[in-house]
């Protein structure tokens, strides 16, 4: 068999038989065997030319030398010598490679492959093999052909000599790095087979050096799994070597990301790192400190501190403040806004904030901005939040966890001015043991802490510092374990240092060390220069600096809803408790809703069982009542709280009641309340107040609807001339929980006008219930003496429904309306100017007072009530609340809860005009709605005796005006349809009687329908019946319009058209005349 027979068949093995090759365990008997069966001897003429040629080699005649061994190697062909051959091959190649640029000849490379392959596979002779492959590989490097040198250098690799193979694919390596264009990762590649046939050989140094040159190359190019086995040997081959530096590193690389390794393959590196680090700290690190861990990861930016103690949950009828947590709300600016308000009224100018105000932060965050200090007290604790992130698919568990911090103490520079304060550190102090820092700051420790797989947790931690100083957050320590897998544990549990006993999920192995704990302020761009750069601000919010003690004022809240009906009032106590060493004063409240609460003037509150307080007089009659409102009370943005002698002592309890109100809107509702005090000795600049934060979360919702309208009286009497007639239509709102809705009273406050009944029954029950809806009418007097009263007071005058009387002049009641009265007329000075600018003083009276005193009504309606409901448990209870109603003009109609106004939205300024639209083929329904002018004409009183005849029938003429060009369809009913069709169906003429939900029929032609030419004027005649005495709305009637089109009727769109105001009949019980 020829020598090319073996090399062909040797260039057929696939991959994976030299992968197995490779990595393979199995190794042939090594020794060589011999096949060649042809001796010569010295004598022979084969080889005494070889003689000749050796010498001509070395006599540097490489063209003669290359001639004898061309010649040679076909005898030997010829003969079967193999061996003779395959060096004859060998030797000329090597004269060709040796004449250099003096031939033309080219290198035969097919010889020394010839030859190689006669070594290794007939001869059996992996000496020679290697000795010809090493002086080809460098011919061939020599002339620039790394790859063939570096096949060359493959094929010699066998399990015949692991640290031959292990040359060889090394040197291989070498080849393709130095190519042209290098080939880089099979480079690595190969030095990583390099290195595991090093370490097969016992050759460790060689194999991390190896192993350490492919490193280079993975590193960082997220080859995942590669760079965690070269990571993985390389700590071992260090551990081995006792290089236990580089072992800790390498093996650290394992840790510090998220890895595709299996959970177990996972579990194998975190031991095998901490058994390493813990040997390469037993024999002394030059580490100064504690050593910083890679488990868990500690994102420095998202780090928050606390300055106050966070709120607790509700304990019963008890509810403390919330005050500030770490969760942000995104609500600073506006409890910043709150805090100016109720500052500038503790300083005794409101509306305008101190020079030195600056805002109490008790949360900093990278949300915040933190280049100041945080200020804190000596004594209370400061909580510091770290997200804390398992990258790993195992658990993590964490002992003995505690903050680390440095302290710079306070030292007076006249107490000592030759020795300076000294940096003191907690890194370097064991836990559980006294030593100075323990007695300058207080720190809290986590016994344990078990971390679950990929897992994402905040660590609360807290520290109490004792001394005047600069506190420096610089991170956490902690104890680094792994979880025994025959536990199951709770993700993310904290234990509480009980001192119960319980199984312990650390491992044999722990290693204690540290998280420094980074920030980095924002990124600046205020100039060029910043622009262009990377420049960022300073971040301070773990530089604490300490005060001496304050007050600590401690807000309980007992009683609060969490749901409430829109206008109902409940009182609540809230408790003010000082826990600080220091007593307080100045202590005041704010409200993001200023119409939701009050605490009431000393002078007017109810008993303390009452909700409201009531009057000993009878009722039946309007009661006049003047209330003197101060000034200042009006532009007050805070109340304050009342207290004896404006004090807390230090340990002291107040219990203060607190009525609040139902907001007018259905809904959740974020109620704020900001709790302002200031200790009574001002000694720290840095802090000059503190405040307590609540919000509450209440849920309200409506179940009445209130409209109210005034009138002139006609003057048919003289004393009617200043009088107005006050329609009130009350309206049920549907709600499953409320029962029945009873109107107990109805008061007026006006600098002016004073309210009576207009029905000869004032004791009429005013109830309703479902969804039903009463209308009420009461006469409202100017004051005869309306001169003599000033524009700081207001006249309350009552009508009432109930037996009780309630005092619109008392708390909570007039608190209320004030803040109610308060609201409207800041909303109607922003309408007409600016409403930053508040009117604190009346302006004098114009020559035209009286002019538009007489278009001019400001009165106010107080409307009291009581509502039936189910509560949640099922039982029916009762509940009471107000509304208010204000009236500013004639005719205008005023709603509680108030109509909010659509805001007019403003084209976008366009550049290039649109084309003009196509008119609409449907006109514009608010248009439409306005076609018809409507009035009623009737009698406004009627007397009927009801004794003789049960009903009593009163005339009404309708009259219809068409106020457009346009001829226009008109539906005219008296029932109460839901929608309009595009047409109306015509119906006939016959008389019946039509019931309402308004208390009275009407009869007649009940359904009318008519076209209207251009500005023409139509009446129609009904008549109303009743069957009671009372006051009734007779503009129930339902118009609807439409223009009428030429091409169809089919075409008509109706549209119902707007009600003017309630056109009122009082129906009266003629008087018994004795027989």
């Known amino acids: ?139 061939l490097k020599s002339r620039g052909m790394y790859a063939e040198a570096a096949m060359q250098f493959i094929k010699m690799t066998s399990e015949d000599s692991d640290l031959r193979s292990a040359l060889m694919l090394e040197q291989a390596g070498h080849c393709f790095i130095n190519m042209k264009l290098p080939m880089v990762r099979k480079y690595a590649f190969h030095m990583i087979l390099a290195g595991h046939r090093f370490n097969k050989a016992g050759q460790r140094r060689h194999a991390l050096r190896a192993y350490s040159q492919a490193l280079q190359v993975y590193k960082g190019k997220d080859w995942i799994l590669a760079e965690d086995h070269i990571n993985f040997t390389v700590g071992r081959q260090s551990f081995n070597l006792k290089q236990l530096d580089n072992a800790a590193s390498a093996l650290r690389h394992l840790l510090c990301r998220s890895s595709q390794q299996t959970p177990a393959q996972q579990g194998a590196f975190l031991k095998e790192y901490l058994f390493v680090f813990k040997q390469h700290l037993q024999q002394g690190s030059s580490v100064d400190g504690l050593p910083q861990l890679p488990l868990p990861s500690v994102n420095g930016n998202t780090a928050k501190v606390l300055l106050c103690q966070p709120g607790q949950c509700p304990q019963g009828n008890k509810t403390p403040a919330t005050g500030v947590g770490f969760i942000d709300d995104g609500r600073s600016l506006s409890w910043m806004e709150l805090e100016q308000k109720v500052a500038a009224t503790a300083s005794g100018k409101p509306g305008k904030v101190p020079a030195n105000f600056k805002p109490s932060v008790q949360c900093f965050s990278d949300l915040t901005n933190n280049s100041s200090h945080p200020v804190a007290v000596i004594g209370e604790p400061i909580f510091v939040e770290i997200t804390l992130v398992n990258p790993l698919k195992i658990s993590l568990v964490l002992t003995d966890i505690v903050l680390l911090w440095s302290f710079l103490p306070h030292v007076d520079e006249e107490q000592n001015q030759e020795k300076p304060p000294q940096l003191i550190t907690n890194e370097h102090v064991e836990t559980g043991k006294k030593t100075l820092a323990n007695e300058l700051v207080e720190s809290e420790v986590i016994p344990e802490l078990v971390l679950e797989a990929l897992m994402t947790e905040p660590l609360q931690l807290s520290v109490i510092p004792k001394k005047e100083g600069e506190l420096h957050i610089t991170g956490i320590a902690y104890n680094l374990g792994t979880s025994s897998s025959s536990t199951n544990t709770t993700s993310g549990n904290v234990i509480a240092n009980t001192g119960e006993q319980k199984q312990s999920f650390i491992s044999g192995i722990s290693v204690r060390g540290k998280q420094v704990i980074e920030v980095q302020g924002p990124r600046l761009n205020a100039s060029k220069v910043e622009k262009c750069s990377k420049i960022y601000g300073p971040d301070r919010r773990l530089d604490v600096r300490m005060v001496p003690k304050m007050p600590l004022l401690e807000v309980n809240l007992y009683g609060v809803p969490q749901t409430m009906m829109c206008g109902e009032v409940q009182q609540l106590t809230v408790e003010f408790i000082n826990r600080g060493p220091l007593p307080l004063h100045k202590l005041y409240m704010a409200c993001s809703h200023p119409k939701f609460c009050t605490f009431g003037s000393s002078d007017t509150l109810p008993q303390a069982s009452a909700l409201y307080q009531y009057n000993s007089q009878q009722t039946g009659s309007a009661v006049h009542n003047e209330l003197h409102v101060v000034k200042e009370l009006w532009a007050e943005d805070a109340q304050q709280v009342p207290l004896k002698r404006d004090i807390l002592d230090p340990g002291g309890v107040v219990s203060v009641p607190l009525w609040i109100r139902g907001l007018d809107i259905n809904g959740v509702h974020n109620v704020d309340f900001l709790f302002y005090y200031e200790p009574v000795d001002r000694k720290c600049p840095l802090m000059r107040h503190r405040v307590v934060r609540h919000t509450a979360v209440m849920r309200t919702s409506n179940a009445l609807k209130l409209t109210s309208t005034a009138q002139k009286l006609p003057p048919s009497k003289r004393g009617q001339l200043n009088s107005l007639v006050l329609a009130l239509e009350a309206e049920k709102v549907f709600d499953a929980s409320v029962l029945e809705v009873s109107l107990l009273q109805v008061s007026c406050a006006s600098p002016t006008w004073t309210l009576h009944h207009l029905s000869t029954r004032p004791h009429t029950d005013m109830k309703l219930s479902a969804t039903e809806s009463l209308l009420m009418s009461f006469k409202a007097t100017r004051c005869q003496d309306c001169a003599a009263v000033s524009s700081s007071k207001l006249i309350f005058s009552d009508v009432t429904f109930d037996q009780h009387q309630i005092s619109s002049t008392g708390s909570p009641c007039c608190d209320f309306c004030f803040k109610s009265r308060q609201t409207w007329k800041l909303a109607s000075s922003s309408s007409e100017g600016d409403p930053s600018i508040p009117q604190t003083t009346p302006t004098p009276p114009s020559q035209d007072q009286g002019l538009e005193d007489l278009a001019h009504i400001d009165l106010s309606l107080i409307v009291l009530w009581k509502f039936k409901v189910v509560t949640e448990s099922g039982a029916i209870g009762t509940i009471q609340g107000q509304h208010h109603l204000h009236i500013d003009s004639l005719d205008t109609p005023a709603y509680s809860p108030a109509v909010s106004k659509v805001p007019v939205e403003h084209a976008p300024v366009k550049i290039i005009k649109d084309r003009a639209p196509s008119l609409p083929s449907h006109p514009n329904p608010e248009l439409v709605s306005q076609l018809l002018k409507i009035c009623l004409r009737h009698n406004m009183t009627v007397l009927h005796n009801f004794h003789k005849n049960r009903l009593c029938y009163m005339p009404v003429s309708i009259v219809l005006h068409n106020t457009s060009q346009n001829t226009v369809k008109v539906d005219m009913s008296s029932r109460e349809p839901s929608s309009h069709r595009s047409h109306a169906e015509s119906t006939t003429s016959d008389i019946i009687l039509e019931p309402t939900s308004s208390g009275f029929s009407w009869s007649g032609k009940i359904h009318s329908t008519l076209q209207l030419q251009p500005l023409e004027t139509h009446t129609l005649h009904l008549v109303a019946c009743f069957n009671s005495p009372g006051v009734y709305n007779l503009n129930r009637l339902q118009v609807a319009a439409g223009v009428l089109r030429e091409s169809s009727d089919l075409d008509i769109d109706m549209v119902v058209q707007k009600h003017p105001a309630p056109s009122v009949a009082i129906v009266k019980q003629e008087p018994l005349t004795s027989s």
Not at 44 to 65: G, H, K, N, S, V
């Open 1 to 139: 068999m020829s020598p090319q027979t073996f090399e062909v068949s040797s260039r057929k093995r696939s991959l994976f038989s030299g992968a197995k090759k490779w990595f393979g365990g199995y190794k042939p008997n090594d020794k060589p065997t011999n096949n060649t069966t042809v001796v010569y001897t010295p004598e022979a003429p084969e080889m005494q030319t070889r003689r000749l040629a050796d010498l001509a080699f070395m006599f540097q005649l490489y063209e003669i030398a290359y001639q004898t061994y061309h010649a040679l190697k076909r005898d030997f062909n010829n003969d079967h010598a193999w061996l003779h051959h395959a060096g004859a091959l060998e030797m000329a190649s090597l004269a060709v490679f040796m004449q250099g640029s003096q031939t033309q000849r080219q290198y035969p490379a097919h010889y020394i492959e010839s030859a190689i392959a006669s070594y290794l596979n007939t001869c059996k002779s992996p000496q020679f093999a290697t000795r010809a492959t090493l002086m080809s590989t460098e011919a």
